[in-house]
């Protein structure tokens, strides 16, 4: 089974507008975190934020916030503002238990932001 | 600010040959993992490495692939006889701790291409 799951294989959006990027998940482990990456066309790996199962608040970081349904499994990003340099790949990823130290990553979302 | 680095960004290599990707983990980190991204796939892991030992694998890290850290800094995997299957992007990763909410930090990635 998929322990995560991106179903928007592409999006656009229009510059300075906000966009939603969905993420489910699959763990039976209380203990788990949730991170997102973004992978520009250069093809690097860079972290934009972090959400551990336990934190009561939503993350934020700058114009990256992270919507965290736990009930419903979900962490999905939002990106405020959108500037054109968010045009990238973007992944959500997560982190098991406290023995387990790899991520497991979904298969990513392409935004495409337009002027 | 510390980064992870990676040698070389490209390599191209025959079938058959025996392949070594080098990287330079931040220096304070204890964690090492190399992830692989086959072209418009998503991150997929490959093996963790913590106090000289490899920590977990995965299935696709076979008896074709071992990793080393020779000298205290080098984070190397090598790829004993390489198949076109494996030509990907290759990262490396390090954290400072095996907790939850500790980030990965990538590499600028090394695309391996097989012929």
């Known amino acids: 089974a998929q322990k995560i799951t991106q179903t928007q294989p592409g999006m656009f959006v229009q510059e300075k507008e906000a966009v939603t990027l969905d993420c489910t998940y699959d763990?039976?482990?209380?203990?788990?975190?949730l991170f997102w990456y973004k992978q520009p066309s250069s093809g690097e790996m860079i972290f934009l934020i972090y959400q551990g199962s336990y934190d009561q608040q939503n993350a934020t970081e700058g114009r990256y916030s992270l919507n965290f349904q736990k009930a419903r499994k979900s962490a999905n990003l939002v990106i405020s503002a959108s500037q054109l340099g968010d045009s990238a790949m973007y992944f959500c990823?997560?982190?098991?238990?406290?023995?387990?130290?790899?991520?497991?990553f979904g298969a990513g979302t392409t935004v495409t932001v337009r002027a | 600010e510390p980064e992870v680095t990676q040698t070389p960004s490209h390599q191209v290599t025959q079938m058959g040959q025996e392949v070594i990707l080098r990287c330079v983990p931040i220096s304070n980190h204890l964690y090492f993992y190399w992830y692989r991204q086959i072209l418009g796939q998503k991150v997929e892991f490959l093996v963790s490495?913590?106090?000289?030992?490899?920590?977990?694998k995965s299935e696709i890290f076979d008896d074709q692939f071992s990793v080393e850290r020779p000298d205290g800094s080098n984070f190397t995997l090598k790829i004993r006889s390489t198949k076109l299957e494996d030509s990907a992007m290759y990262f490396c990763a390090s954290s400072e701790a095996g907790q939850l909410n500790t980030e990965a930090f990538f590499g600028q990635g090394t695309r391996l291409t097989v012929v």
């Open positions: 490495f913590y106090n000289n030992e490899i920590s977990e």
């Open positions: 990823a997560m982190r098991e238990g406290y023995d387990d130290y790899k991520l497991s």
């Open positions: 763990t039976s482990d209380p203990s788990y975190g």
